[in-house]
């Protein structure tokens, strides 16, 4: 409703700006542009992209373009268009045009360009040797690699053969670490091995250095539950049709009898998370992960994670809050196109749609 007033508030300045003051010179600022410059997810390195940006006005508009509110380019009425050759990392930022005659000038949104790119993991001919005793978990951290975003998909191998998501003594963590849960030791000296593939990148596939790890007899027959890797705090804005996880990855032996279990304080009140609308809780994944469905505002707060022993009478537990802002206003101007227009000579005060916009919240 509030966004529907604004353009016609917008529609009928503009359209008396149009007609009473500037017509009366017959020359008009730009105030609205028909193209804006549009930003993809991300921009594969070495790849060609173009930005392109339109209006009209009299006179002809000019066009300059700005990098993270720079100047980049001077102004010309043919540079409409910003063409990058062969992206560069440091070509990441926030990039809009600004178009402008004698009367005023128009900015728009930015157009967010992020370069997608990954390197090589460090020390990728790394064997590390690691030691644990029978019943305990071990943590296999994912190694260092710079990548851009974050490698979308992160496998890992024992001895060479994938490692099945059906077996339960393994998970890997939202960040990509290995986990082993309840070694034994006929476990004992396996290699581990990770490959982290950028799917934004042209799908670029890094190997990773190795792990060996060797497993030694506890004797123990059971193990008391404990929580390796636990949820971590979460600060979020609202994104339709996104979803979030938090992650409790548990130990304990007999594995089999671990009872993992989610609640989340509601109004003071604990509450537990079951499979729902809103949460995703897959018996397949042993209460491992809880994901959280088309997270908004009312699903903040804190979420806990209890781990026992089936029969035990204390759980233990790991807390995280999890905050998420609702859409700002900026999201209102961004899908207009516009973000604010500056004023070049006091004629055209009226037709500051900047402060419409603003008026009007
Ligand atoms: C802008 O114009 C000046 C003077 O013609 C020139 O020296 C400068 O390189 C130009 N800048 C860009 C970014 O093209
Ligand atoms: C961006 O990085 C490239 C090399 O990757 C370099 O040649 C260029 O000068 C850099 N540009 C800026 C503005 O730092
Ligand atoms: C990689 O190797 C170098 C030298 O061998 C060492 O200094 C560095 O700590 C290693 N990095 C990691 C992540 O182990
Ligand atoms: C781990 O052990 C293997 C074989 O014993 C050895 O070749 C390798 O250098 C060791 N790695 C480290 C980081 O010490
Ligand atoms: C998570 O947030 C809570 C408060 O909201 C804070 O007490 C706790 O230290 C945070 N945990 C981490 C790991 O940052
Ligand atoms: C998973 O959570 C549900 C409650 O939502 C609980 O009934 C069930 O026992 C849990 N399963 C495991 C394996 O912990
Ligand atoms: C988690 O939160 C609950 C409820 O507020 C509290 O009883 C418990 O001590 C907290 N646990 C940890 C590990 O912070």
């Not at 010179?25 to 594969?44: H, K």
């Not at 300059?64 to 010309?76: A, C, E, M, R, V």
């Not at 979803?243 to 279990?261: G, H």
């Not at 006091?346 to 919240?361: A, F, K, P, Y």
Request: proline share 5%; charged share 20%; glycine share 6%.
């Amino acid at each position: 409703m509030r966004r529907s007033r604004s353009a016609v508030v917008i529609y009928l300045l503009v359209t008396f700006c149009k007609e009473f003051i500037c017509q009366a010179e017959n020359v008009f600022p730009p105030t609205s542009f028909s193209e804006v410059p549009n930003g993809d997810m991300y921009q594969a390195e070495g790849s060609n992209k173009v930005l392109t940006c339109k209006t009209s006005s009299l006179p002809t508009p000019e066009y300059g373009w700005l990098k993270n509110d720079q100047y980049i380019t001077n102004f010309s009425t043919t540079g409409y268009q910003f063409r990058f050759t062969n992206t560069k990392r440091n070509d990441t930022g926030y990039y809009r045009c600004e178009a402008r005659n004698t009367l005023g000038a128009l900015l728009s949104a930015p157009a967010v360009v992020t370069v997608a790119y990954m390197d090589d993991f460090e020390n990728s001919s790394h064997i590390f040797n690691m030691s644990i005793s029978s019943g305990q978990a071990i943590v296999l951290p994912m190694p260092p690699v710079k990548s851009v975003p974050f490698p979308k998909s992160i496998s890992w191998t024992r001895n060479q053969i994938p490692l099945s998501v059906y077996d339960t003594r393994y998970q890997i963590s939202i960040d990509g670490a290995l986990v082993l849960l309840d070694q034994t030791t006929t476990d004992s000296n396996k290699i581990y091995h990770v490959t982290a593939t950028n799917t934004h990148s042209d799908g670029l596939e890094m190997l990773g250095p190795q792990y060996r790890v060797t497993v030694t007899e506890s004797g123990l027959t059971a193990v008391p539950a404990s929580i390796v890797v636990g949820p971590k705090n979460v600060t979020v804005v609202q994104d339709v049709g996104d979803s979030i996880k938090l992650e409790c990855i548990c130990n304990a032996r007999p594995l089999s009898s671990l009872i993992v279990r989610w609640f989340r304080m509601v109004n003071g009140v604990k509450t537990e998370v079951i499979d729902s609308i809103d949460f995703l809780l897959p018996v397949s994944e042993k209460n491992r992960t809880l994901t959280i469905k088309n997270y908004k505002p009312s699903h903040s707060g804190l979420y806990i994670c209890e781990a026992m022993l089936l029969g035990d009478a204390t759980p233990v537990t790991a807390n995280a809050t999890l905050e998420v802002h609702g859409e700002y206003l900026c999201g209102v101007l961004r899908k207009l196109g516009i973000m604010h227009v500056r004023k070049v000579s006091s004629q055209i005060s009226l037709c500051s749609l900047h402060r419409l916009i603003r008026d009007d919240t």
